[in-house]
């Protein structure tokens, strides 16, 4: 919005400079297009050549307002993957060429505020470059296997309530049972990721298999939220190396196990949790447990005490973690399937 703006303005320079022929002032809005390759973007990691390829389909869909049934078609455009093709930085975003596609288009510019932490800072806005942050006092929660149709409802009041955000990985089937919940979820400033569609084991089910359990899931989340989700969390944390290539969005994993599912008792989830947190933690709990749900505040409250500022997962990786790469904590990290 700012950039746009400033466009705007350079614009008018240019139009009221010629207007009164001032010959002298070059055209602002020309000068400001610079051409780069990806490998310049993205220092020539893959990881972050495949952020951008994540973040232009969301791109495509947005720009055509496609509809959800196009999610599985969109993973069929065929977008770059060498660090020598082009792209230009101009006041919008980055604008991409596409090769010819069902979707009809030509051309889409990916708004800088989706490449924070993706592309080198020099070639993004002051607004969109990340910048160093403290973790020492950040923990983020997650509920996994939602939406509830009573239980997700009862946990967004609670983090309404206490004004902390928290991350959601959900399974695609309960999404589209319940679109409107996962709505609010988002409404609420919290964030959606992916839990495939019904909770199979990746390690055993293979790659075509985990590709369309997580692309019918990204398509769920598409059509409830209007945005594809960023992160999958595989059931049971279990993926492959070639399963994480083949998706091309981050994984999250966690640090803290809370055990409620095997626990079912809310003093203990308590308990568990409190031992065992520490700042730039990810916590894993489910919303589909009523103890667990009921555990939250207390939890919310204990951490709160001790400094702890509850943000989501994008928070706590300041935007930077990449397909191909799975996260357990702020500064955990490693490849897929290693
Ligand atoms: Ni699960």
Do not use: C
Not at 50 to 74: C, W
Not at 184 to 195: L, S
Not at 251 to 260: A, K, L, Q
């Amino acid at each position: 919005m700012r950039q746009r703006r400033w466009y705007g303005i350079g614009l008018l320079v240019a139009v009221v400079a010629l207007v009164l022929g001032a010959g002298a002032l070059p055209a602002q809005a020309k000068s400001t297009n610079k051409t780069v390759t990806f490998g310049q973007l993205t220092n020539k990691n893959t990881h972050r050549l495949a952020a951008i390829r994540q973040a232009a389909r969301q791109q495509i869909l947005k720009q055509t307002h496609a509809k959800g049934s196009r999610v599985n078609a969109v993973y069929k455009v065929k977008l770059p993957t060498h660090m020598t093709k082009k792209a230009t930085l101009t006041p919008q975003g980055l604008r991409m060429n596409l090769l010819a596609n069902t979707f009809k288009v030509k051309q889409i510019t990916i708004p800088y505020t989706q490449l924070k932490g993706k592309v080198g800072n020099r070639y993004l806005p002051k607004a969109n470059r990340t910048t160093a942050i403290k973790t020492t006092k950040m923990v983020a929660l997650t509920f996994d296997d939602g939406p509830d149709k009573t239980l997700t409802p009862r946990l967004l009041k609670t983090l309404k309530k206490y004004k902390v955000h928290a991350t959601f990985f959900e399974t695609g089937q309960n999404v589209s049972r319940y679109p409107k919940i996962s709505r609010a979820v988002v409404a609420g400033g919290n964030e959606i990721g992916n839990h495939s569609w019904n909770h199979p084991n990746f390690n055993s089910i293979g790659t075509a298999k985990t590709v369309s359990q997580v692309t019918r899931t990204n398509r769920a989340i598409y059509q409830a939220t209007g945005s594809l989700p960023q992160y999958v969390r595989p059931p049971y944390g279990n993926i492959t190396a070639a399963e994480g290539r083949a998706i091309e969005q981050p994984v999250i994993r966690w640090s803290v196990d809370s055990r409620d599912w095997a626990y079912l008792n809310k003093n203990k989830d308590i308990n568990e949790v409190m031992k065992d947190t520490r700042g730039g933690d990810i916590v894993l709990m489910h919303d589909i447990h009523a103890q667990s749900v009921a555990a939250v505040p207390t939890i919310i409250k204990r951490l709160k005490a001790k400094g702890y500022k509850l943000v989501t997962v994008s928070q706590l990786l300041n935007s930077q973690a990449l397909p191909g790469l799975q996260y357990f904590g702020a500064h955990d990290y490693r490849t897929v399937g290693k």
